[in-house]
């Protein structure tokens, strides 16, 4: 079967729904999901997976809608886990990226279409490569489908849409907090600390005069001027998925030059280059005493396990008033148009999404929850292992966005002078 079923219950199994990301699509398709379908919160942590599946029923005014149930996976024994996920309709793996490949293998074992947040450049080129075999399955692998990777491909999609010819594509993405918080963490990190130390160290791709290349890690910093409220920032190249397939999409209208930048607080970048220069960033093993009682032995650990481990068991801040937030998710397309230069700025404006808890990573954790509804209704058709520009209408995909607080704005301006 290729593309949806165009309504129907079905099954959706979130891989790593008990995560920092996971939980967020998980809710999503409770909140938003019909009476019939279930959710399956699939997790290593058996405990943290029932716990919200106690909350996310709990909370329900009736029983009309979606079914939510917890099951322990272990991605690293695939028939195991595609015998746990019999009968899902789709994957949505919330799961570190560097265990993509595995999920994938597991979604094709056990039937189902699949869909993730993107594997930093290198591992998406690696799942492109399953393209054949899910185009045999029938099903589609939709790869990088969170905030950015995901709706910057779909804003890029829309821009490019509007011209005969493309010259340039380039994603940035600056947000700003005000909140208040009490008793606020060291370091905040709204998904893996392991991730984003790997972005602050691993050269980045960009796509310059039609050809591949990779640059120094956090360069490029120069002012970009963001929509009101969030204004200047200066974001900075990091490795991510966007380069990896947006040139090749777009290869037949000629696209030559291809980057993505992100903005994050200037003291958060100051203090987790300090992890990386101390040396945390490594993922090499080093020994350290053991920790159990009367063993003088040694194990082998990585640092940057460690300090993801230390990171991401931190108490959260206690929000301290309203939520004051703001994202933008941002694609800068120039080409041609009717012989004249043009060049389409396409934004996604993000404030959170109070009610259900969520703040600016509701545009991280709701686009996956998106996808494979549109995935269920037929709005997403095909097979084969797909980037989102590709396999994304952008039209509904907006109109779903808007319903989650998201709202996306497009300009066009005459020429290419508007600077990135």
Request: aromatic residues 8%; charged residues 25%; proline residues 5%.
């Amino acid at each position: 079967m290729s593309g949806g079923m165009k309504g129907g219950a079905v099954k959706f199994a979130v891989i790593g729904g008990a995560g920092a990301m996971g939980r967020i699509t998980v809710t999503d398709l409770v909140k938003t999901g019909e009476a019939g379908d279930e959710i399956v919160i699939a997790d290593y942590d058996l405990e943290k997976a029932e716990a919200l599946a106690r909350e996310l029923s709990g909370g329900r005014k009736s029983s009309a809608g979606p079914r939510v149930s917890a099951v322990r996976v272990d991605v690293k024994k695939r028939d195991e886990a595609a015998r746990a996920l019999a009968g899902a309709f789709a994957l949505i793996n919330c799961a570190q990226y560097q265990m993509n490949l595995e999920v994938m293998e597991i979604a094709l074992a056990a039937g189902a279409h699949y869909v993730d947040l993107g594997g930093l450049f290198h591992i998406t080129r690696k799942q492109l490569a399953l393209d054949a075999r899910f185009k045999h399955a029938g099903k589609i692998a939709l790869l990088g489908m969170g905030a950015a990777p995901g709706i910057t491909n779909i804003l890029s999609r829309f821009g490019a849409d509007r011209l005969d010819t493309v010259r340039e594509i380039h994603a940035r993405v600056g947000s700003m907090d005000k909140t208040r918080y009490e008793s606020a963490p060291a370091l905040p990190v709204a998904y893996s600390l392991k991730t984003i130390l790997e972005e602050f160290s691993f050269e980045p791709a960009v796509f310059t005069k039609g050809e591949f290349t990779f640059v120094k890690p956090m360069s490029g910093d120069v002012p970009h001027r963001f929509p009101p409220p969030i204004g200047v920032r200066r974001p900075m190249y990091t490795i991510h998925s966007e380069v990896a397939t947006l040139p090749l999409s777009f290869r037949e209208k000629g696209v030559r030059e291809v980057s993505f930048k992100i903005a994050f607080d200037p003291l958060f970048v100051d203090r987790v280059k300090f992890l990386r220069d101390f040396g945390m960033a490594s993922h090499d093993a080093i020994e350290v005493p053991s920790a159990r009682d009367g063993d003088a032995g040694m194990i082998r650990v990585r640092p940057i396990d460690v300090v993801n481990k230390v990171a991401m068991s931190q108490k959260p801040g206690r929000q301290a008033g309203k939520l004051k937030q703001y994202e933008v998710v941002r694609a800068v397309v120039k080409g041609m148009r009717k012989g004249e230069k043009a060049t389409w700025i396409v934004d996604c404006h993000t404030a959170g999404m109070p009610e259900w808890g969520v703040g600016l990573d509701i545009d991280t954790g709701s686009p996956p929850a998106i996808a494979a509804q549109m995935l269920k209704y037929g709005e997403i058709r095909g097979a084969g292992a797909l980037a989102p520009e590709i396999a994304v209408p952008p039209k509904p995909f907006f109109e779903r966005l808007k319903k989650r607080g998201m709202n996306v704005r497009a300009t066009r301006k005459s020429g290419w002078d508007f600077s990135v």
